[in-house]
């Protein structure tokens, strides 16, 4: 079974991570000291969602065919109560804290796996020009804790595919800055002008470091 590579750290989930994806390579961790440091590293460049196709990117994929796929890895993950995994990867059990409401769940149909850095934000911020190799890793990456989170399904759908100008949780806002920033920085995608003056303005309120490893 897959698992997640990361460690936490106080004040902002900071991880050092090893890349699990598919067609991708391991690359080195770049560690910023501050929040704004990181965002500083963003480049910006003007945003066009031209051709995008969800089907683009293939994901909920069996990568290691445990008979278990991502959406699976990351509930039985990020469980706070053990999670009983039956046949053909039937969960049972479990107990889930979606952080982006402050709500548990403790059943998994009423979660919703995330993609921190939304599949169409992604490909408005550089993925239309990656291989389908490299957008199916994106969209399973089970190699850093930040890029897929469990949340409860009404909180996924308000968000939608908005970047950071558009929506931010109603709570732990800097926690969720830190991880939005950590995917963009770990897949090299760029932010427009709106997106980066609005993680500007967030990051004044938030402390703390991000280390990432870049997938590409």
Same mark, same amino acid.
């Given at each position: 079974?897959?698992? #997640?590579? @990361?460690?936490?750290?106080?004040? $902002? &989930?900071?991880?050092?991570?090893?890349?699990?994806?598919? $067609?991708?390579?391991?690359?080195?961790?770049?560690s910023?000291?501050?929040?704004?440091?990181?965002?500083?590293?963003? *480049?910006?460049?003007?945003?066009?969602?031209?051709g995008?196709?969800?089907?683009?990117?293939?994901?909920?994929?069996?990568?290691?065919?445990?008979?278990?796929?991502t959406?699976?890895?990351?509930?039985?993950?990020?469980?706070?109560? *053990?999670? !009983?995994?039956?046949?053909?990867?039937? &969960?049972?059990?479990?107990?889930?804290?979606s952080?982006?409401?402050?709500?548990?769940?403790?059943s998994?149909?009423?979660?919703?796996?995330?993609?921190?850095? *939304?599949?169409?934000?992604?490909?408005?911020?550089?993925? !239309?020009?990656?291989?389908?190799?490299?957008?199916?890793?994106?969209?399973?990456? &089970?190699?850093?804790?930040?890029?897929?989170?469990?949340v409860?399904? @009404?909180?996924?759908?308000?968000?939608?595919?908005?970047?950071? @100008?558009?929506?931010v *949780?109603?709570?732990?806002?800097?926690?969720?800055?830190?991880?939005f920033?950590?995917?963009?920085?770990?897949? #090299?995608?760029?932010?427009?002008? @709106?997106?980066?003056?609005?993680?500007?303005?967030?990051a004044? $309120?938030?402390?703390?470091?991000?280390?990432?490893?870049?997938?590409?």
């Amino acid at each position: 079974m897959l698992r #997640r590579l @990361a460690h936490a750290c106080l004040g $902002g &989930l900071a991880a050092s991570v090893v890349v699990v994806g598919v $067609g991708v390579s391991p690359a080195h961790a770049e560690s910023y000291s501050t929040v704004s440091s990181a965002i500083a590293d963003l *480049p910006v460049a003007s945003e066009s969602r031209t051709g995008y196709d969800r089907d683009a990117f293939k994901h909920w994929v069996d990568a290691d065919g445990d008979g278990c796929d991502t959406r699976d890895e990351v509930l039985i993950a990020e469980a706070d109560d *053990p999670v !009983s995994v039956g046949s053909s990867c039937s &969960l049972s059990g479990g107990r889930w804290f979606s952080y982006y409401d402050g709500v548990s769940q403790t059943s998994a149909s009423d979660l919703d796996i995330d993609h921190m850095v *939304p599949l169409a934000e992604a490909w408005d911020s550089g993925a !239309s020009s990656w291989t389908a190799a490299e957008r199916e890793a994106y969209a399973n990456d &089970l190699g850093d804790s930040r890029s897929l989170v469990a949340v409860t399904a @009404a909180e996924n759908r308000s968000k939608s595919d908005g970047d950071i @100008a558009d929506w931010v *949780p109603g709570r732990e806002q800097c926690r969720y800055l830190k991880e939005f920033v950590a995917v963009k920085l770990r897949w #090299r995608l760029s932010v427009d002008s @709106a997106e980066k003056s609005a993680m500007t303005s967030l990051a004044g $309120g938030c402390s703390g470091s991000i280390t990432v490893t870049r997938a590409r």
